[in-house]
């Protein structure tokens, strides 16, 4: 079989690792935040304990790019402004926010974890698979938008508008980080063959967020 | 050798792991929030972690509430006002202050788990030295307040200040907390013994306090 696939450069699978990282801390601190809108003391510390397992998948990554011989910090610099431009427009207002803000979010990010993985050596791919692992807000973000669709049905219409937003932003600001990290784009585009394949992947997404927000009782 | 103590009451058991639980899930919250103050993207995350481990703590506490049939949330709710009061009025401005309410607050509360510890049942205790094994931002604060220090010299004046008022808020609040909860304090007093045992446990706690804030190059 033909090796179709070029090795990732070593530049690009730092920058790959780096916004991973910056991701997960990013979701730590909003997460956290968030979870002081829940109704119950309950429902507070299951977000907060959500937000606790994303540091554990920060630490990681980030002894992956120094066990790779960069600095994590450097690392994760050229991407702190997408992340943060993307969490201040999309801050959530009420608790269903919240709850399907760390859903699509944890879900578009596993889901883009899932693809590239694929395209990187062994021992990075070993800790994707391992930050995905325990990942796990679906189960309790469906079950309790749900019991908040359950009160006030007009609420489906108002999360699936925000649904909407969240990708959108996270389009916008994906885009951003494309412009400017040209190893970075090589790498998914190589991985993934070619231009062509890159409209595959992100049918690919695109098909997967729309199956989870039908999952969790919204429209697309 | 004479049974001094009486076997401590199960409202009492509860009302102990009650109040650490809430203490360590706002603790979570407000290491969470103060985060952001860190110099850097390294630090913050450094804090972050830190707020992390408090929810493993905290899983571990009301698991064993709810071992012991009773209702996480319910045995939680007398001490949300006191603790909350606390945080509230100790809000920390500054990443140094950040760092010695990190470092004073794990502190006193691992002191007091570990005087009250020996009071209780077995497998009460096991989990409370467990909570007490990763526990650590000593090291971590006091390597980064000694940097702050040795840029700023009149940083230790101010924090040592802080440090005063962390403590001076800490005990106005186990005071509002000892007043409304008599089988909590009779759980404390009959597991020092009697009253006048109670200066002791306090004598040790401050003691611990004072060796603390040497430690870390303050003042008492």
Redesign the interface.
């Known amino acids: 079989m033909p090796e179709t696939t070029t090795q990732p450069d070593a530049a690009a699978v730092i920058d790959l690792l780096g916004v991973l990282a ?1 991701g997960e ?1 990013s979701a ?2 909003r997460m ?2 968030d ?2 809108m829940a109704p ?3 429902l ?2 299951a977000l ?2 959500k ?6 998948h ?2 990681k990554l ?1 002894d992956r790019i120094a066990d790779l011989g960069a600095d ?2 450097l690392a ?2 050229p991407f ?1 402004a997408a992340v943060e431009t993307f969490h201040a427009r999309t801050e959530p207002r009420t608790w269903g926010e919240a709850l399907v803000k760390a859903y699509v979010g944890d879900g578009l990010a596993a889901d883009f974890y899932r693809e590239v993985a694929t395209y990187v050596d062994e021992p990075t791919r070993a800790l994707v698979d391992e930050a995905l692992a325990d990942s796990g807000n679906a189960e309790f973000a469906i079950r309790e938008v749900g019991v908040l669709i359950a009160e006030d049905p007009t609420a489906a219409s108002r999360l699936s508008l925000w649904g909407r937003r969240l990708v959108g932003e996270a389009i916008s600001q994906a885009q951003h980080v494309a412009a400017e990290r040209d190893a970075l784009v090589r790498l998914i585009v190589g991985g993934a063959g070619d231009l062509a394949a890159i409209s595959g992947l992100i049918d690919r997404i695109t098909g997967k967020h729309v199956a989870r927000m039908k999952a969790i009782g919204l429209s697309q």
Not at 51 to 56: F, Q, R, S
């Open positions: 910056y801390l730590f601190d956290a935040h979870a002081r119950n003391t309950g507070r510390a907060a304990e937000a606790a397992l994303e540091m554990g920060y630490r980030v994590p910090q994760m610099a702190v």
